[in-house]
């Protein structure tokens, strides 16, 4: 029922690059991206819609194939501020209804 | 400031006792959502509302219920049929179209069941 994201936990020195893929096996109507730092709750960075329309972050940037029903989440010259569980959202529609559900996130771990 | 309220932060019950989290937003939200957040399992869903007086179930509704009689509010019971109902309780909402716009998270309630 969640997308599956991948991978679960990457650790990276400052200034590297990491990607974040997310996958459905259901048709998506838009893929979320949020941010979740321990203890708080998750914060909004990037949306993506059907038909490739992209809101959000400056500095981080995603792709959304819709054929294959996957998103990546791009992070360059990752800074320390970045580390965080990562979590995509896909909503996927149900009648009249669109739900919105979840991956098991992917920590990211970034050090000096 | 506008944003979501949840209540209260954190909770604690006795085995068999129903028990209700509150959540209340006044960014003039049409949807809200309820999620469970558990280690290692990501945020899943309970509940959500689209619009006033209508909501439907999540991945894991069981054991769970909820009312939406005005906008503003979308409050979660756990009852004493969830079989294992201590997490971290996230409440949600969002504008935009039902497929488009950013969700806006509250603080979240630490239910623990003693």
């Known amino acids: 029922q969640q997308p599956v994201q991948s991978p679960q936990a990457v650790i990276l020195r400052e200034g590297e690059d990491a990607v974040i893929n997310c996958s459905s096996s259901k048709a998506l109507y838009s893929v979320h991206w949020y941010r979740q730092k321990h203890g708080e709750a998750p914060v909004f960075l990037m949306i993506?819609?059907?038909?490739?329309e992209q809101k959000g972050h400056e500095k981080i940037s995603a792709s959304f194939n819709e054929k294959k029903q996957q998103s990546s989440l791009y992070l360059t010259a990752s800074q320390l501020s970045y580390s965080g569980t990562y979590f995509c959202g896909r909503t996927i529609r149900g009648g009249s209804n669109y739900k919105l559900t979840f991956g098991k996130g992917t920590l990211l771990t970034v050090n000096p | 400031d506008g944003g979501i309220t949840q209540s209260p932060k954190y909770l604690f019950r006795k085995e068999g006792q129903n028990v209700t989290l509150s959540c209340e937003q006044n960014l003039n939200h049409d949807a809200m959502y309820w999620y469970r957040q558990d280690p290692g399992q990501g945020l899943r869903l309970i509940y959500y509302s689209q619009i006033v007086n209508d909501f439907q179930k999540g991945d894991i509704a069981e054991g769970y219920s909820v009312s939406r009689e005005k906008k503003e509010s979308f409050p979660l019971t756990v009852t004493s049929a969830q079989k294992n109902p201590t997490a971290f309780y996230l409440c949600?909402?969002?504008?935009?179209?039902?497929?488009?716009?950013?969700?806006?998270f509250g603080e979240g309630s630490r239910l623990t069941v003693l």
């Open positions: 993506l819609l059907k038909g490739g």
């Open positions: 949600a909402s969002k504008t935009g179209t039902p497929n488009t716009g950013e969700l806006f």
